[in-house]
């Protein structure tokens, strides 16, 4: 239960004080969240930036302001940046602050590991941008397509710091959804059911579910890029035998659903914001809910629509475009569920309520030419062409900045304690408006009559230098609009108007406490009988319990350590599928007389290791029982056994590491050598990994300080182990019994 | 599709679907106007699969007409049967101990996503596949585990008895994995290079239209392509419907008793 396990956070140290080191030791989710928003608003101006640089290359025809070379890094950096360092954290951050309040819990589930995630961001940052110091910032587009990505083709080092700046944003991407995740599943205060809790933390806990499953493939493919251009394996080189419709695969399997991780917290925004400012409960939370989980179970099944122009056959687009218009029913649905709520409503257009309607009106838009690009026709038409930037940027900005917008508005009295000046709200959304859409609107246009994307420069055809003259004047606009918001937030942090808990009448618990909220959060919290339980309070005669009941929570609450460990493994099982799925495709018929897995590999001896990692998952249950029981000196024993088969297992594996080597096989010898070290490789360190974290349990069993009460931690490190062992079964199989050949 | 080589009209199946037909209106008591359109659809669907030119090509010709019929009996059939059947008519066959005990050990989650999905990956074994197809004998035993499989499978989700059923939230889990475990075979086999089912690579020319199936497009590679992709895509979009379907039961299951205390003031870890 919830009481039980959030005893055991330590109070968050040195909170009182304001001062830089508090800031950087902080492990309080509200101050994480906010170095969370901080960066990602600093890294949208950078990215918006490198966008002024590009519109004003592209404001007249045949410009040299900017060189080719340039121009293709920005655009680069400029997509890394709004994708990595501005959209994850930004959501992550409203994320971080606002979860916890909602739920009514003093902090999230692991606040240390929150504060990790957070300072991963940072260092993956420093390491992109570094790039530019050594004259080579990465310049091979955000996606990074293979090969030009590959050594042959991008001989400087700016892709190797795109490849390290993403495993670390990833890294903690990860983490962050992991915490999350347990925060939601484990921390509700009673009475909240998971049926009953505000939209934003239902969408948000499925965006970081979304978050676990699609950061993966990312990493897989990074991970063969890597090998590719530090090791000279070939896995993205048609020339010597690799794919290079194979990165273009992983990287849309993680592409895809990275849409639906930035929509998906929008969604979650202005599913608060409508409401709110329209007087009226969510029309239909159980479909709005509902489809946010349709979206991520369908966002994994789209991604070769991004694919069409690559000739994957007609049967495959037809499927892909298929899935790809179902996609967007349980997006349609939540458009009409908000139309619904303002239907009938008081609506006070406040700013957040004004960006709100903007996002709807400007999402369908990009919504709309989102599902023109589904059908394989027009896709081939307008693919890279600059009706693709119009489609996603109405998307992403016109869509989901504008919600972040509406969240800046609704929510900046709490997070502060002071309202955000209405007046210049609307001066400021007024200037976006004009701006976002005098930027994208024309950009539909001149896809139409055929100007392409990523090129630095175009000739003066007939109607294009006025089109991209307008298009690039708006952004003056844009900039004058943001200057506008720096300004608003600077005026009200000086002499803001006082916002008091509830400045805005809204209804959920989050407006229960002070403003800003105090480090534990809460005080006391009113009685959870429905899903408004701040509206219940204020308006106990028209509360919502008493004419629409809701599930009652069952008080059930899963112990965050199996939580956390489950969702990790998940996250790495995808990691290893892809890893495996790179190597049936390259070993599916051997043909070539290089080394293969017929005659190169020693099939029983690697069997009787085998039989060693297996046997250690046995013998660690063993050790878990004796844990529960209180046996102390037979858990050490036990432990001491498993730690050792674990051994015994990598030292078979170094073993046949170098048989092969000593026989000339090695990472770059061919493909099936590539794909096999890669494969093990990564096994292996994950039972290293394994096996450091249980020498730590040993360690500390000896000294009796892993004791009964610690079952359960240890259970969550017992999780990991088995599924190494289960991960190295399907390894096994596939490796060295090819199953799939039979 | 008219041409009447494309039909099996003396297919055996009818009898079969005759006699659960009768079994249906004679023991089963009760039934809603739902419950009977899950019956007769089932009993459609399963005559179908093989008297329509979907049983016919799925005899050797086309293996993308092999992956329906799959699908039908593994998942259309089975989920209208288990819909069929009244709550109460069920609860009264379910009372008895060995019987009460077959249901539980069906609602075994485990039991039912083996059976499901592992039907899926073990009729594709290359020769296993070549030979039901081939043989009669075997293309039974093949059709009749698809269909128990299915039935298996579907169980924990819509069990006429409430409590043979998972809860929603682990039947989404079940549904979901469920539709990687397919995702994955449908990856494998849309983009495998050699043949999945060696029998539809060079099929036996029974029926003389193989060339107008070829000059329509299903060659060989294309036909498995296609086959690979209904695999992976419709049993998906089925799996999520049922997802909806189990959310809608989640949202709406407000007359289960509280049975933990509500009204606390205290936030979680105060």
């Given amino acids: ?742 | 599709m008219i041409d009447s080589n494309l039909w099996s009209w003396m297919s055996p199946v009818w009898v079969l679907v005759t006699i659960l037909l009768l079994l249906y209106v004679r023991f089963v008591r009760g039934g809603s106007h739902l419950q009977w359109v899950a019956c007769l659809v089932g009993l459609f669907v399963l005559a179908m699969a093989f008297v329509s030119p979907i049983g016919v090509l799925a005899g050797g010709y086309l293996f993308s007409a092999h992956m329906v019929q799959h699908l039908l009996l593994l998942l259309v059939v089975p989920a209208c049967i288990v819909l069929s059947l009244p709550r109460e008519t069920a609860e009264r066959w379910f009372q008895k101990g060995p019987v009460n005990q077959l249901g539980k050990w069906l609602a075994v989650p485990m039991l039912g996503w083996t059976g499901g999905v592992g039907a899926m990956w073990f009729w594709h074994v290359p020769w296993l596949c070549s030979a039901a197809t081939q043989h009669t004998g075997l293309g039974v035993v093949r059709d009749v585990s698809l269909v128990a499989a299915g039935l298996a499978f579907w169980w924990p989700i819509y069990a006429p008895c409430d409590r043979y059923r998972l809860p929603p939230l682990s039947g989404m889990t079940y549904l979901f994995s469920a539709c990687l475990g397919c995702t994955l075979l449908g990856i494998y086999i849309t983009f495998a290079p050699l043949s999945v089912c060696p029998v539809f690579a060079n099929p036996v020319d029974r029926l003389g239209i193989l060339t107008s199936l070829y000059s329509a497009g299903f060659t060989p590679g294309i036909d498995q392509h296609v086959g690979g992709l209904i695999m992976w895509v419709p049993p998906c979009i089925l799996y999520t419907c049922a997802i909806i379907s189990l959310l809608g039961r989640w949202y709406s299951s407000i007359d289960a008793a509280p049975t933990y205390a509500t009204g606390s003031s205290t936030p979680s870890g105060a």
């Fill in chain 1, 1 to 742: 239960m919830s009481t039980q396990t959030v005893d055991q956070l330590d109070a968050p140290i040195a909170q009182s004080s304001w001062g830089l080191l508090s800031w950087v030791t902080t492990v309080d989710h509200k101050r994480v969240g906010l170095l969370y928003i901080l960066f990602a608003i600093f890294f949208l101006v950078v990215g918006g930036l490198e966008a002024v640089l590009m519109r004003i290359q592209l404001a007249v025809p045949n410009n040299t302001f900017l060189s080719p070379e340039f121009f293709n890094q920005l655009f680069t950096m400029h997509g890394t940046t709004m994708v990595f360092l501005v959209g994850m954290p930004i959501f992550t951050g409203f994320s971080n602050f606002l979860v916890p309040l909602m739920i009514g819990a003093k902090d999230v589930a692991f606040p240390r590991l929150n504060a990790m995630s957070f300072w991963m961001l940072p260092f993956g940052a420093f390491l992109l941008y570094f790039s530019f110091l050594t004259g080579s910032a990465p310049d091979a587009g955000w996606f990074s397509y293979a090969p030009l990505s590959t050594k042959p083709y991008n001989l400087d080092t700016g892709i190797d710091y795109w490849i390290l700046g993403l495993v670390v944003a990833g890294i903690g991407s990860i983490a962050g959804a992991i915490n999350i995740v347990a925060t939601v599943l484990c921390l509700r205060a009673p009475g909240m059911s998971l049926q009953r809790v505000p939209l934003f933390v239902w969408i948000m806990l499925m965006q970081a579910m979304l978050i676990l499953i699609t950061i993966p493939p990312l990493n897989s493919a990074i991970a063969l890029l890597c090998i590719d251009r530090w090791l000279e394996a070939a896995f993205f080189e048609p020339v010597r035998g690799g794919s290079a419709l194979l990165w273009q695969h992983f990287f849309w399997i993680f592409g895809h659903p990275e849409v639906y991780v930035f929509a998906l917290p929008a969604f979650a925004m202005i599913s608060e914001v409508i409401p709110v400012f329209s007087r009226k409960p969510i029309y239909g939370y159980a479909f709005v809910a509902g489809s946010s989980t349709v979206i991520l179970l369908l966002s994994y099944g789209v991604w070769a629509h991004h694919m069409f122009a690559v000739g994957l056959g007609t049967s495959a687009n037809i499927f892909f475009s298929a899935m790809t218009m179902l996609i967007a029913l349980p997006t349609g649905v939540k458009i009409f569920n908000w139309t619904a709520t303002m239907w009938g409503g008081a609506i006070q257009l406040t700013t957040a309520m004004l960006f709100a309607i903007a996002f709807l009106i400007q999402f369908v838009i990009g919504g709309l030419t989102g599902i023109m690009f589904a059908a394989v026709p027009i896709d081939w038409q307008m693919t890279d062409t600059y009706f693709v930037v119009a489609h996603f940027h109405y998307v992403l900005i016109g869509g989901i900045l504008f919600a972040v917008f509406a969240a800046i508005y609704y929510w900046f009295p709490k997070i502060t304690g002071h309202m955000l000046d209405e007046r210049l709200g609307k001066w400021q959304f007024w200037l976006w408006v004009i701006g976002f859409n005098g930027t994208f609107m024309v950009q539909h246009f001149l896809g139409a009559m055929g100007m392409p994307r990523r090129v630095f420069t175009y000739a003066d055809n007939p109607g294009w230098a006025t089109l991209n003259a307008i298009s690039s004047y708006s952004v003056i606009f844009m900039v004058l609009g943001t200057l506008v918001l720096v300004w608003n937030v600077v005026k009200s942090l000086i002499d803001g108007e006082k916002a008091g808990n509830n400045p805005w009448d809204a209804f959920t618990l989050e407006w229960a406490t002070t403003s800003p909220p105090p480090t534990e959060n809460f005080t006391s919290l009113p009685e959870i009988k429905s899903r408004r339980p701040v509206w219940d309070q204020t308006h106990p005669d028209h509360a919502d319990w008493k004419h629409s009941k809701t599930p009652e929570d069952r008080g059930r609450r899963p112990d965050r350590a199996r939580v956390c460990a489950w969702a990790f493994v998940i996250s790495e099982a995808i990691f290893f599928a892809l890893l495996i799925i790179a190597y049936v495709v390259f070993n599916f018929d051997q043909t070539g007389d290089g080394p293969s897995a017929v005659n190169s590999l020693n099939v029983e001896r690697t069997g009787i290791f085998t039989l060693f990692l297996l046997s250690s998952s046995l013998t660690f249950m063993v050790a878990e029982r004796s844990l529960r029981l209180g046996r102390q000196a037979s858990f050490v024993t036990w432990l001491g056994i498993t730690i050792l088969f674990g051994v015994v297992f990598l030292a078979g594996q170094a073993w046949e590491y170098t048989d092969l080597l000593t026989s000339g096989v090695a990472i770059d010898t061919n493909l099936f050598a590539s794909t096999f070290f890669t494969v093990t490789g990564f096994h292996g360190l994950h039972v290293t990994g394994g096996l450091v974290a249980l020498a730590i349990m040993f360690a500390l069993g000896r000294k009796q300080r892993v004791t009964q009460a610690q079952s359960k931690p240890f259970g969550a490190i017992g999780i990991y182990w088995h599924f190494v062992d289960v991960v190295w079964i399907v390894v096994f199989a596939t490796i060295y019994l090819r199953v799939y050949q039979s």
